[in-house]
Structure formats: C-alpha cells, structure tokens
C-alpha cells in the first residue's frame, strides 16, 4: 500500500479568502514533498496565510511515484485534500498523466521539460514549461531541480510572494547548500521572468496587427 501522510500549516493573517489548490507530483528522490512543505512554509510563516500540505507516495521511497497536495487559502482550510488543482506541478512522466484530467479548465500547467511529453492540451490552460533537471545539473546539483521548479512557480504565478518563497528555500536546506540553492531558485525566477516577457511582447504584436 502506498503511504501518506499530511502536514498543517495555520498562523493568523487572512488576506484571501479564496482557496488555491496546488498538486506537484514527480518520483521519489525528486525533492516533491519537500518542496511542497517549503511552499507551505513560505505562505504561512512569511505571507501570513494559511495552508495544508499532504502528501504521497508509491511503493517504492525512491523512483515511485511521488506528490504533495498543497491548499492554500485566506482562512483556515477545513478539507485539506486538492480535489481539481488550479496548479499542477509535473516533474515525471506518470504524474502528468495520472493528474492532467484534474487539473481545473483554466488552471497553469508547468513541467519539466527534459521529463514529460505533454499530449494535446484543453485550450483555456495557461501552459509552461522549464528544463529544470537540466538547469539543476548546470549549477552541479541535479537533486536541486525542485528548487529550480520553485522559482520558476514563483515568476509565473501569485501564489505566494517570491521574497517569502525564497525565504523559506534558504530555511529549509542546510547551510552549507544555501548559495547553491539560492542559484538555483534565481535561475528559475529568472527564467520564468524571460517567458513572460517575451509572451508580453508577442501579445502586443498581435494587438498591433
């Protein structure tokens, strides 16, 4: 049997009171839950929030499939499984397959580009993609790649305010790794910022025509 667990989040600030509904799947040894508790951590220390993060695994700890289920909200969450993600998060192969019919009709889809083949998508979908495993290898740390994801979440979507995502980032790994994965988060903000620039710019091209 596949195991699970879940952790909470709650502190007092209530600045939304629409919930967000994040899934980041990939396999074990990926960093998933680990970036999920960072996302947690980062809406509710830091952007005065509240948030659960639950989490899954398949059977194997390491190469299985793997997800973190994260809620985000205004208010305190009373049900803290994501149901039809506004986010959707895929670093493998087997979590965009199993979780692309979830996904909530306007939702964002992200994944890694080196990892998943995407099939013709729902056209309201806001679509991105990052090589981020590729961008982790570069900086000598392929493990870092959801940490690269993180900052690439952090450029493309408001679910959380960068400073406080990179804030948790830089609390949650150990000293020694903290420049490294500092590099890491910035490489994926700093790409995420070129997409939408350039995205920027061809809609003002098609406005001109």
Not at 12 to 38: P, S, W, Y
Not at 90 to 98: A, F, I, L, P, V
Not at 103 to 124: E, R
């Amino acid at each position: 049997m596949p195991a699970s667990g879940a952790t909470s989040f709650r502190v007092n600030g209530m600045t939304d009171r629409i919930e967000k509904e994040v899934l980041i799947t990939g396999f074990g040894g990926q960093g998933i839950v680990m970036a999920g508790n960072i996302l947690g951590i980062a809406v509710t220390l830091y952007d005065n929030k509240h948030a659960t993060m639950t989490q899954a695994y398949g059977p194997e700890a390491r190469g299985g499939s793997c997800s973190a289920q994260v809620i985000i909200s205004g208010e305190e969450i009373l049900y803290p499984y994501v149901e039809q993600p506004e986010a959707l998060i895929c670093m493998s192969q087997e979590g965009y397959t199993k979780n692309i019919n979830s996904l909530s009709p306007d939702g964002i889809l992200i994944w890694d580009t080196d990892l998943v083949h995407t099939n013709k998508l729902a056209p309201g979908l806001i679509t991105y993609n990052i090589p981020a495993t590729k961008f982790a290898e570069e900086l000598g740390n392929k493990m870092m790649a959801n940490i690269v994801m993180l900052g690439f979440l952090s450029a493309i979507s408001d679910l959380v305010s960068p400073k406080s995502l990179r804030d948790a980032v830089l609390d949650a790994v150990p000293k020694p790794t903290r420049d490294k994965n500092g590099q890491a988060f910035d490489r994926g903000r700093e790409y995420g910022e070129a997409i939408l620039k350039s995205r920027s710019k061809q809609d003002k091209h098609r406005e001109q025509e």
